[in-house]
C-alpha cells in the first residue's frame, strides 16, 4: 500500500513538473529522461547480467541515426521509422553481443569498445549519415494533430515511454529472468547447472540493452531533431557508464538517480565542464573504491556498518521437517555410467570408471586426493565431456549434455566449496532452483506480462514451504555470506532439493560442519533418500561415509578399486593401502596432476 | 637456539574453522609430523604459520622472532623454509631460476646451489628445462631444493608425498631423514601415515581442526584411533 | 608492389609504437591482473609530457622521453596505489576504476594543454632514406630502433636480473613468491611504472607522427589493448606480434578503405578474437557455461 502511494506521489510529482519549469529546464529535463533509459539498458546489461557492454551508445546511436535516414532520406513517417529504429538497434545488440558467447569481461569490453569506434567511424564518413555535419531536418513526431515540436508536450511522451521502459525493467529484474541474469552475474558455471542456458541468457542482456538504446535514440531523434557524430562518441559512453556506477549499477532505480543527478549536474557544470570532467573521474574511481554498488548501495553499507557495530544477530537454523517416505519401486537403474575416462593434455584424471547406481540408493564415493572423484561429479552433472565412455540417466542417454539440460531432466548438484550466489539473498537461491522453465519461456515478458506475475507469485509459495521444510525461514533474505557456514551448507542442500531431482550429487558436504551438524546432514541425506531421490555422495569424513552409503565406490588414481557395502571396502586391502600410504597402491603422478587441474579450475 | 613454538592457533576462513588451538613446539633438529585425513585443518595450520592463511594465535615464534608480526615474506630471512603444498614451483622459469629465487633474498654469488644439485642430480641435468615442463616428481624435488636454497633452520613441507609414485614417496622419504640427520629441523605435513612414521619421530594426529593425538612415530603407527580417523572403522 | 612495401613500412612503424603499448597493457596485467583501461590516457600523457619538454624546455628530444617517462611512473605507482584494494578481487570494478583514471587524466589534459592538441615537429631533421623506390622515413627507422632496444631491455631485465625474476615469479604464483622472500605489493607497483614508463615511451614517440591531442589515448589505448588481446593477453612475445600485425592490419586497412579504416580494424579484429579469443599465445582456457 505505502509503495502504491509512492508511486502515485512520484507520477504526480513528473506530471505536474513542466508546470513549475521554463522553456530551456524542460528541455534539461527531457535530456535527463533520455539519459535514464539509456541508462536503464546498460544496468540491466552491465550491472544485472554483467555483460561489460561499452556499446550503449553506439546503440544510442544506431537508434538516432535509423529514424534521421528514415525519415530524411527514405520518405518514412516519425512513427514508422521509430519502430523499424528499436528493431535495428535491437539487431545491433545481437551482433555486438555475439562475441560475449566467447568471452567476458575485458575481453568483452575491449570488442565492445572497438564495435562502438566502428560506428562512430562509420557515421562521421558515410555520404548517408551526413558525414561529420550529421543529419538535420527530421521531421516533428505528429500526434493526432498535436506538434510536438514544444519541450513541453514532448516531455510527456518521453514521460510515457520512460514509465513503460521503467515498469518492464522492474519487472524483468524482479521475476525469474532477473534472477537468472544476476545468477549468471555472480557464477555462470552454478547458474548453468541450476538450468540456466548462460549464451541465450547473455543474448538476451544484449537484446535489452539494444531495446533501450534505441528507444532512446528514437527520443533523441524526435527531441532534438538532429542527430551528429559527437553525440554519440567514447565521451558520452564514458558519462553514461559514470552514470551507472554512480548511481549503482545493480539497481535499476539507482541506474535512473543517477542519470538523472548527472543530466543536472551536466548541466550546472556546463561552464566548467573541463574541471566538470575531472570531477566525474575522481567520484568513479572513488565510488568503485569506497560504494562499489553506488548511491543505491549506501543504505545497505550503513546498516552493514551498524550491524558490525552493534554485534549483529546470530541466525539460528530450524529443524529439518522430514520428507513423506515414498515406497521403493521396483529396482531400476538411476544411473550407469560405462568405462567413462577423462584425459586432460595427456593425463589421465579417470581410467576406465564404471559404476551402477539403482534407484532410492545412497552411494559413496571415496579416494585420496587427488583420484578424481570431483571430475567424475564433473563428467556426470555435464561440466566435461568424457575422452571416452558413457553416462546413462534412467535409461537414457546423457553423454556430454550442457549442464543445464541435466539439470532439467533432474540431476542436481553441490559444489566442494559451496558456489551460493553472494549477492542473492537466500529466498532468491531457493526461487532461482524452484524455476524449472527453459530461458525461452522469457517470451512471455513482453506479450504476457500477467502470466509473469502469476508464476512468480507461484514460486515464492513454494520457496516459502521449502525454507520452512529446511529450516531456513528465520535467514530466508540474508545474504548467504553473513551466515555461519554451517547454515550456508544446508542452504546449498536445499536448494539442490528445490530442483525436485531425481539425482542428487553431493561433493563434500559435511566438510567443515561440526559433530552435531554432521548427525543432521546425514538425517536430511536419509530423508532425501526415503523420499525416492537417488543420492550419490563425495564424502572424507569416513564416519559419515560408513553410517550412511548403503554401498560405497573406492577410486584411486582415476581407477575403481573397490566397489561393495561399506563394512567389506573399509577392509579392503587396496583401500587400507591407498588411504594409509602403503606402497602397494598409493596414488601415481597423473591423478594428481589431474587434482591440480581440478583444483586450479 | 631457534624453537618453533605456536601456541593457541586458529584459522579461519570466512565463517569456516580450519583450525582450533592448536599447539607444538618444534625443537632445533627435531622431526614433527602431523598426519590427519583431508580437511582436517593440517595444511591450514602450516599455511597459517607462514602467515598466508588468516590466523588468530597466542603465540607463533621462531627463536627470539615473533612470526605473528611479521610479514609473510621475511620468514625465509629467519631461516625458514617451506614447500607448500601441490609444490608450486614457478611453472613457467627454469629449474636454475626456480632454485635461485629460493635464494631471493642473499645473495646469487654464494647459494648451495651445488649441495641441491648434489642432492638431486637430476636438477642439475634439467637446470635450464623450464619447471612446468618437469614431472610430478622432480617438481616435488625442485620445491623441496628451492626450500633449502634459503639454508634454512628448519622446513615446513606440506604434503610432499601428494600424486607421487611409491618409489618417489621412498626417495623424498630417505632425502628428508638425510636433511634431517644433517641438523634440519622439519615440520611435515602428510595424509599419508606410513611416510611420515618413517620419517618423523613424534606425530600429531589433527581431526576437525583439532588435534586429537599426539605421541611417538613407533607408537602411533599401531593406534586403532588413526585407523579410525582414516578408515572410519 | 612498391605501394604494398610503402605500406609496409608505415604499418610495422605504428606497429612498434602499438607494440610498446601492448607490452605496458601485458606486463601490468601479468603482474596483478589488473586490466588498465588507463593506459591509453598514460600514453596520452606521456606524448605531451615529452613534446611539452622537447618544445618548451628545448631539451633533446632522448633527455625529455626520458622525463616523461619517469612523469608516467610516477602516475603509474598513484593508480595502483588506489586501486590495490580491488586487485585480485572485483574485476569488474578494477575494470570501471581505471576507466575513470583515464578520464581524470584526459580532463587533466585539457585543462593543463588545452582542448586543441598540438603538432610535434620531427626530431630527426634529415630527410627520408630511399631504397629502390621507397621512401623510408628517417624518423621511422628511429621509432623502430627505439621500440626494439625497449623491448630488448625489457627482457634482459625480465631474463637477467633477481628483480626480474621475482616479477615474473610473482605473477605466476604469488603466494610462493611471498614464501621465498618476495614482497609482492612492491613488485607489482614497479611492474605498474614500468607498464606506464612503456607508455610513456610509446606516446613520446607516436608524437612527432600525429597530432598530439587529449583524445589520442582512446584511440592508441584500445589499439594497443586490442593488440595485446590479438597476441594473447599477457604474453611478451605476444604483444610484439600481436603489435606488428595490428599495425599492418590498420595501415592496409588505411591503403584499402581510406576513411573507413577503422570501420574495417575493428570488425577484422572482432572476427579474429571471436575466432580466438586467446589470441595468438595465449593459453586455451576453459570457459564452458
Redesign the interface.
Known amino acids: 500500500m505505502k509503495r502504491l502511494a509512492l508511486i502515485a506521489i512520484a507520477a504526480i510529482a513528473a506530471w505536474l513538473l513542466p508546470y513549475g519549469l521554463g522553456g530551456y529546464a524542460i528541455h534539461v529535463a527531457d535530456v535527463a529522461i533520455i539519459f535514464a533509459i539509456l541508462a536503464i539498458g546498460l544496468g540491466l546489461t ?1 550491472g544485472v547480467a ?1 555483460q ?1 557492454n561499452l556499446a550503449q551508445v553506439a546503440f544510442f546511436g544506431v537508434g538516432a541515426y535509423t529514424v534521421a535516414i528514415l525519415t530524411t532520406e527514405a520518405g518514412f513517417g516519425f512513427w514508422t521509422a521509430s519502430v523499424l529504429a528499436v528493431l535495428t538497434a535491437v539487431v545491433f545488440g545481437v551482433l555486438v553481443g ?2 560475449a558467447l ?6 568483452l ?3 565492445t ?3 562502438a ?2 560506428f562512430t ?2 557515421v ?2 558515410a555520404h548517408i549519415a551526413g558525414r561529420a555535419e550529421g543529419i538535420s531536418d527530421i521531421p516533428v513526431p505528429p500526434m493526432f494533430g498535436i506538434v510536438l515540436s514544444s519541450g513541453y508536450l514532448f516531455y510527456y511522451v518521453e514521460l510515457i515511454v520512460f514509465a513503460i521502459a521503467l515498469a518492464f525493467a522492474l519487472l524483468v529484474t524482479r521475476s525469474p529472468l532477473g534472477r537468472r541474469l544476476r545468477a549468471m552475474r555472480d557464477d ?2 552454478a547458474a ?1 547447472a541450476l538450468g540456466a542456458e ?2 541465450l541468457l547473455r543474448m538476451t542482456a544484449f537484446v535489452l540493452s539494444g531495446l533501450y538504446g534505441g528507444l532512446a535514440g528514437v527520443l533523441y531523434a524526435g527531441l532534438i531533431r538532429f542527430v551528429a557524430p559527437e553525440s554519440f562518441n ?2 558520452n559512453m ?1 558519462l553514461l ?2 552514470m551507472v ?1 554512480i548511481g549503482g549499477r545493480s539497481s535499476i532505480l539507482g541506474c535512473v538517480v543517477g542519470a538523472v543527478g548527472l543530466s543536472l549536474v551536466r548541466e550546472a557544470l556546463l561552464d566548467a565542464s ?2 566538470a ?2 570531477g ?6 572513488l565510488v ?2 569506497f560504494a ?1 554498488k553506488g548511491l543505491a548501495g549506501l543504505p545497505g553499507q550503513v546498516r552493514a556498518l551498524l550491524r558490525k557495530r552493534t554485534g549483529g544477530s546470530r541466525a539460528q537454523l530450524g529443524a529439518f521437517r522430514p520428507y513423506d517416505p515414498v515406497p521403493a519401486s521396483a529396482e531400476d537403474v538411476a544411473l550407469d555410467v560405462r568405462e567413462v575416462t577423462k584425459r586432460f593434455k595427456g593425463l589421465v584424471a579417470l581410467d576406465k570408471v564404471s559404476l551402477t547406481v539403482p534407484t532410492g540408493q545412497i552411494r559413496g564415493i571415496v579416494g ?3 583420484s578424481g572423484k570431483t571430475t567424475l561429479f564433473n563428467v556426470i552433472s555435464g ?1 566435461y565431456d568424457p575422452t571416452e565412455g558413457s553416462v546413462v540417466l534412467g535409461g537414457r542417454e546423457a553423454t556430454g549434455m ?1 549442464p543445464y539440460r541435466l539439470s532439467l531432466l533432474g540431476v542436481a548438484r553441490t559444489f566442494q566449496n559451496l558456489r551460493l550466489f553472494e549477492d542473492l539473498s537466500v529466498r532468491e537461491n531457493l526461487l532461482l532452483a524452484l524455476d524449472r522453465t527453459r530461458t525461452t519461456w522469457i517470451w512471455r515478458y513482453p506479450i504476457l506480462p500477467w502470466k509473469v506475475l502469476g508464476y512468480e507469485r507461484k514460486l515464492h509459495r513454494r520457496t516459502a514451504e521449502l525454507l520452512e521444510r529446511f529450516g531456513l525461514t528465520e535467514v530466508a533474505d540474508a545474504e548467504p ?1 553473513s ?3 554451517g547454515i ?1 551448507r544446508r542452504i546449498e542442500l536445499a536448494r539442490a532439493m528445490a530442483m525436485s531431482p531425481a539425482l542428487l550429487l553431493l561433493d ?1 558436504p559435511a ?2 560442519l ?2 552435531e551438524e554432521v548427525r543432521q546432514l546425514a538425517d536430511i541425506v536419509r530423508s532425501i533418500r526415503d523420499s525416492g531421490v537417488t543420492v550419490i555422495i563425495i564424502e ?7 553410517s550412511l552409503c548403503d554401498r560405497i565406490t573406492v577410486l584411486s588414481s582415476g581407477k575403481v578399486i573397490a566397489d561393495g557395502p ?1 563394512a567389506e571396502v ?2 579392503h586391502p587396496d ?2 593401502a591407498a ?6 597402491a ?4 597423473e ?3 589431474a ?2 587441474e581440478e ?1 586450479t ?1 | 637456539m631457534t624453537t618453533l613454538t605456536v601456541e593457541g592457533l586458529s584459522v579461519h576462513y570466512g565463517g569456516v574453522r580450519a583450525a582450533h588451538d592448536v599447539s607444538f613446539t618444534v625443537e632445533p633438529g627435531q622431526s614433527l609430523g602431523i598426519i590427519g585425513a583431508n580437511g582436517a585443518g593440517k595444511s591450514s595450520t602450516l599455511k597459517a604459520i607462514m602467515g598466508l592463511a588468516p590466523r588468530q594465535a597466542r603465540t607463533i615464534r621462531f627463536g627470539e622472532h615473533d612470526l605473528l608480526r611479521a610479514p609473510a615474506h621475511t620468514l625465509v630471512r629467519h631461516g625458514i623454509g617451506y614447500v607448500p603444498e601441490g609444490r608450486h614451483v614457478f611453472p613457467g622459469l627454469t629449474v636454475e631460476k626456480n632454485l635461485l629465487l629460493g635464494a631471493y633474498t642473499s645473495s646469487w654469488k654464494r647459494t648451495p646451489i651445488d649441495e641441491v644439485f648434489e642432492l638431486f642430480p637430476v636438477l642439475g641435468e634439467m637446470r635450464g628445462r623450464l619447471a612446468g615442463a618437469l614431472s610430478g616428481g622432480q617438481q616435488q624435488m625442485l620445491a623441496v631444493g628451492r626450500a633449502m636454497m634459503c639454508r634454512p633452520k628448519v622446513m615446513l613441507l606440506d604434503e610432499p608425498s601428494m600424486g607421487l609414485s611409491p618409489k618417489l614417496v621412498n626417495d623424498i622419504a630417505g632425502v628428508l631423514k638425510e636433511l634431517n640427520a644433517g641438523g634440519l629441523a622439519i615440520l611435515l605435513v602428510e595424509q599419508n601415515a606410513k611416510l611420515t612414521f618413517d620419517v618423523t619421530t613424534t606425530c600429531l594426529v589433527m581431526e576437525n581442526g583439532e588435534i586429537a593425538a599426539s605421541g611417538a612415530s613407533a607408537e602411533l603407527s599401531d593406534d586403532p584411533q588413526v585407523r579410525r580417523i582414516y578408515l572410519g572403522l | 608492389m612498391q605501394v604494398f612495401l610503402q605500406t609496409l613500412i608505415g604499418g610495422v612503424t605504428f606497429g612498434a609504437v602499438y607494440a610498446l603499448v601492448a607490452m605496458g597493457f601485458s606486463i601490468v596485467y601479468r603482474t596483478m591482473g589488473l586490466v588498465n583501461f588507463a593506459h591509453g590516457s598514460v600514453v596520452m600523457i606521456g606524448a605531451y609530457a615529452a613534446s611539452t619538454f622537447y618544445m618548451a624546455s628545448k631539451l633533446p628530444f632522448a633527455v625529455a622521453v626520458v622525463v616523461a617517462i619517469a612523469v608516467t611512473a610516477l602516475i603509474g605507482l598513484v593508480i595502483e596505489r588506489f586501486l590495490r584494494p580491488l586487485e585480485n578481487k572485483d574485476f569488474t570494478l578494477m575494470l570501471i576504476g581505471t576507466i575513470g583514471f583515464g578520464a581524470v587524466l584526459e580532463a587533466g589534459a585539457v585543462l593543463v594543454w588545452g582542448a586543441t592538441g598540438h603538432a610535434v615537429p620531427s626530431p630527426v631533421a634529415t630527410g627520408p632514406i630511399d631504397v629502390a623506390g621507397i621512401r623510408i622515413p628517417t624518423y621511422s627507422l628511429l621509432v623502430i630502433a627505439v621500440a626494439a632496444a625497449a623491448t630488448g631491455l625489457l627482457a634482459l631485465f625480465l631474463q637477467r636480473t633477481k628483480r626480474g625474476a621475482a616479477m615474473q615469479a610473482v605473477a605466476m604464483d604469488h603466494q610462493a613468491a611471498t614464501a621465498v622472500g618476495i614482497h609482492v605489493g612492491r613488485s607489482n607497483a614497479m611492474a605498474f611504472a614500468i607498464g606506464a614508463g612503456l607508455a610513456a615511451l610509446a606516446g613520446s614517440l607516436i608524437g612527432p607522427m600525429l597530432y598530439v591531442n587529449p583524445t589520442m589515448g582512446g584511440t592508441l589505448g584500445i589499439k594497443g589493448f586490442a593488440a595485446a588481446m590479438l597476441g594473447g593477453f599477457g604474453s611478451m612475445p605476444g604483444a610484439i606480434v600481436g603489435g606488428l600485425a595490428f599495425g599492418l592490419l590498420d595501415s592496409f586497412a588505411a591503403g584499402n578503405f581510406q576513411e573507413y579504416s577503422e570501420l574495417v580494424t575493428f570488425l577484422v579484429f572482432a572476427v579474429i578474437v571471436m575466432i580466438r579469443p586467446t589470441g595468438i599465445f595465449g593459453e586455451a582456457t576453459v570457459n564452458r557455461a
Open positions: 552491465m554483467g561489460i555475439i562475441p566467447r568471452m567476458q569481461s575485458h575481453y569490453g575491449i570488442v569498445l572497438g564495435l569506434l566502428a567511424n562509420w562521421t564518413n555462470d558455471l548453468g548462460i549464451p567514447i565521451a564514458f557508464l559514470a556506477i573541463g574541471y570532467q575531472l566525474y573521474g575522481l567520484v568513479v574511481v568503485v573504491v562499489p585420496p586426493n587427488g561440466f550442457a555470506r551466515l555461519p557456514y550456508q563434500e566438510a567443515g561440526n559433530g572424507h569424513n569416513m564416519g559419515l561415509v560408513m561399506p573399509a577392509v583401500v587400507v588411504y594409509l600410504g602403503d606402497s602397494m598409493a596414488p601415481t603422478e591423478t594428481a596432476e587434482a591440480v583444483a579450475r
